[in-house]
């Protein structure tokens, strides 16, 4: 399945903060378009506020990134059109009641009409049905998930499917859209080492097909540039790694205009922190989910 242009990635002192803590902070990277970026850390330090952040489905408090050649947290709905969420728990997660078919069939319908031309819509009908079944099939063939080989074909229920199917078939619903930037939560969680090492293996074909992929783990692959969060008692700005050079003195975010449509910052939780915690990216993610 092509791929468009991916989108360049960068930050500056990012940082998300709400009334009652830090979610993360004084993260700085750059990365091209077409890289495999990975943010690594452990449970609660902030990894998956970042993604979302980056994302365009948080705004940032602290500093600014720019995604795709649009600066955060002033374009956050200009960001959302290009990039696309994987599974991220609370916020894109597959319903588990759903087969494979069925979330296919409803992420073909949003698309068409969400993301469709008023002009596509005066094909005829079947033209326009070939062109969805192609959009899926490159999809699965991008993400590697032969769905003939499930259980039950295309009507196997997502509860049954393994964590990599899972995964493969999140990964196939995002690229639908053929974003520039893709984000994949909890990479490598639950995962054998073979299986993890195939999840990796498949993040690191789409980057190398164009797309940016950006992914949170618990332990980066050796090619992937890291990005490493911190707990919130380690009291340290995250850095894209493995760059060595000591993180410059902290200033002030500029306040910068937003899109019409944008959501307030999403609320983190207690405690004076610097990067990440757990309470608080659990309140963010559940704000970012009723967004």
Do not use: Y
Request: aromatic share 2%.
């Amino acid at each position: 399945m092509g791929s468009p242009h991916g989108a360049a990635l960068s930050a500056e002192d990012f940082g998300l903060k709400g009334p009652r803590g830090w979610a993360f902070r004084g993260v700085g990277f750059t990365a091209p378009p077409g890289s495999l970026v990975a943010v690594e850390g452990p449970s609660g330090s902030g990894r998956t506020c970042l993604l979302l952040a980056l994302t365009g489905r948080m705004r940032s408090t602290q500093g600014h990134a720019e995604v795709g050649g649009e600066r955060l947290p002033g374009r956050l709905a200009a960001v959302r059109r290009f990039s696309a969420l994987g599974p991220v728990p609370g916020v894109s997660e597959l319903d588990p009641s759903f087969t494979v078919a069925e979330h296919l069939r409803e992420r073909a319908l949003l698309r068409r009409r969400f993301d469709g031309s008023p002009r596509s819509l005066l094909r005829p009908r079947a033209e326009r049905a070939a062109a969805a079944r192609a959009t899926v099939n490159g999809a699965l063939e991008a993400a590697g998930l032969d769905v003939a080989a499930l259980p039950k074909a295309e009507r196997t229920s997502v509860r049954d499917l393994e964590r990599l199917e899972a995964l493969r078939l999140s990964v196939a619903l995002a690229l639908m859209g053929r974003p520039r930037l893709l984000a994949v939560d909890d990479t490598d969680l639950k995962l054998s080492v073979t299986d993890r090492a195939l999840a990796w293996e498949l993040l690191r074909g789409l980057a190398a097909d164009g797309t940016t992929v950006l992914a949170v783990c618990s332990e980066a692959p050796e090619d992937a540039l890291t990005v490493r969060t911190r707990p919130a008692a380690d009291a340290e700005p995250a850095r894209e790694e493995p760059a060595r050079e000591e993180p410059a003195e902290e200033e002030p975010g500029q306040e910068e205009p937003a899109d019409e449509d944008d959501e307030p910052a999403a609320e983190t939780s207690e405690g004076d922190t610097t990067t990440g915690n757990g309470k608080g990216t659990a309140d963010a993610i559940a704000e970012a989910g009723r967004a």
